[in-house]
């Protein structure tokens, strides 16, 4: 194996690890909040994160992976460029911060969700003086991955010592905030000790580099953003007692969020090869093997998800968050088309048409703001979730197209074999669904009866990313 893949071997380990452990310290809190806060106080906690989202892409827009990509091109002037960055993104997370207090005082009535959002507004400037750019820059992956599992494990700690009912509703959003900003203070200090220093610095040349090379980047990030909050910013503002509606979509869609980790796991895993692919019959070959991994892990994903959503929000919440099954249910569907769209865009950007993937999701965004519009008067968190899957099924076609007029190729036929496997595989256990530990059973042998078929059938093979990630 060559030094720059045995590179990417580790990178994506330390990568993997980190997404798994951080995000299952993050699952564990998050699922305690939700038990502890109860359905009106998690909902606060989803509104509030859901508005401070924007402000944070304000500040970032596209410069984390601008940032990256300069410091890993030109390691001679990391210094320069972190100086130029900071000094830019810490200029920005004050305008934002205080257009945020205006925005909270004219518009916001309920005293409760103005000290949320005031007090998870502090992310903004943990998120501006965060350096996990530039280790990723020059990869040193290890410290993002020591970074992300210590920001989970100090939220953790404190969220269970010291969050104990829906009384300590703002301390707990204090804790959260003051984990991250402990954190990226951290991170600086490490940067400042080990890699260089920082002098914060007015250049408005620099600026304008920065802004030209970030925007770009940024829009993609934005429309992504908004797709994934937008659903509950509108339900705080289209519904007068919006706290328990949030609520039961918040946590629905954090247990739907963890399950689409994977997706970023794979992507991370072909995104290089995908990039380094030349000619029309390399990339075509390429993108068959990288879409059945992400079509055969999606799949799998949303079956569990749909058949056993009643067991796992009966088992992970209380009582109060039984409108979250019927949730979960419906985003099984969003999971499947979610993987599957990230296969297509992550795809479109590796052979530089991230254009297209930026006007395709404007497309899919101005659905989702549209028919939430429509039903969250009427239908409250369900109407938001359709909306969703409806707007994800929307990029799903307009990426289609787009992929379709590069390979000139349709990959229908996986999908559906696919989700042919998924149909024979779950099968069997539906007949365990009778208390905890035959449900338990059930999504254990549906994961070994999917993995035997699709390996045995020769439709996919786990060494067939092992060899890709060799040559």
């Known amino acids: 194996m060559s030094s720059s893949n045995r590179k990417l071997l580790e990178n994506l380990s330390f990568q993997s690890i980190a997404e798994f452990a951080g995000k299952g310290l993050q699952a564990i809190y998050t699922i305690y909040l939700a038990n502890v806060l109860g359905t009106e106080g998690y909902g606060v906690f989803g509104f509030a994160t859901s508005i401070i989202s924007y402000f944070i892409l304000f500040v970032s827009f596209g410069m984390d992976v601008y940032g990256s990509r300069e410091v890993a091109t030109n390691k001679d002037n990391v210094e320069i460029n972190v100086s ?25 009535d309920e005293l409760i969700v103005q000290y949320a959002i005031l007090i998870l507004g502090i992310n903004i400037f943990s998120n501006a003086i965060l350096l996990s750019w530039v280790f990723q820059g020059l990869e040193k992956m290890g410290i993002i991955a020591v970074r992300t599992i210590f920001v989970s494990g100090l939220s953790l700690t ?26 990226s203070i951290l991170m600086t200090v490490y940067y400042l000790k080990k890699i260089g220093k920082i002098k914060l610095s007015y250049n408005s040349e620099n600026w304008k580099r920065i802004a030209k090379g970030s925007i770009p980047i940024g829009l993609f990030s ?28 918040n946590a629905a869609y954090k247990i739907v969020f963890l399950a689409i980790v994977p997706s970023i796991i794979i992507q991370n895993a072909f995104f290089p090869q995908l990039s380094r692919a030349e000619g029309l019959e390399n990339r075509v070959n390429l993108f068959g093997k990288y879409s059945k991994a992400i079509h055969v892990i999606g799949a799998l994903t949303a079956y569990i998800t749909y058949f056993y959503s009643d067991f796992l929000i ?18 099984a569907f969003s999971i499947f088309i979610v993987f599957i769209n990230v296969s297509l865009s992550s795809t479109l950007v590796a052979w530089k048409m991230e254009k297209l993937v930026v006007y395709a999701t404007i497309y899919a965004v101005i659905m ?48 559906l074999i696919v989700v042919i496997i998924g149909a024979v595989a779950i099968i069997p256990s539906l007949f365990l669904i ?38």
Do not use: C, W
Request: no cysteine.
């Open 314 to 331: 009966s088992t992970l919440l209380n009582s109060d968050y039984q409108g979250s099954i019927v949730l979960m249910k419906l985003f």
């Open 84 to 108: 130029n960055i900071l000094s830019l993104r810490l200029l920005l997370s004050v305008i934002a911060y205080v257009i945020l207090i205006a925005i909270v005082y004219f518009f916001i």
């Open 222 to 249: 934005v429309m992504v953003s908004i797709m994934n909050n937008i659903d509950l910013s509108l339900i705080g503002i289209l519904l007068t007692d919006f706290k328990y509606e949030a609520g039961i979509y």
């Open 158 to 183: 404190l969220v269970v010592l010291f969050v104990k009912s829906s009384d300590d509703t703002l301390l707990a959003f204090g804790i959260l905030s003051f984990s991250l900003l402990i954190n």
């Open 368 to 415: 989702n703001i549209l028919i939430d519009i429509l039903l969250i008067p009427i239908y409250g968190a369900y109407g938001a979730t359709i909306a969703t899957i409806l707007a994800e099924f929307t990029l799903l076609i307009a990426l289609s197209i787009n992929l379709f007029k590069v390979t000139r190729k349709i990959y229908f036929t996986n999908i």
């Open 434 to 471: 009778n208390d905890n530990y035959g449900q338990l059973v059930g999504i254990i042998s549906t994961v070994i009866l999917f993995i035997l078929i699709t390996h045995y059938s020769g439709f996919f093979r786990i060494l067939d990313i092992k060899k890709i990630l060799r040559t």
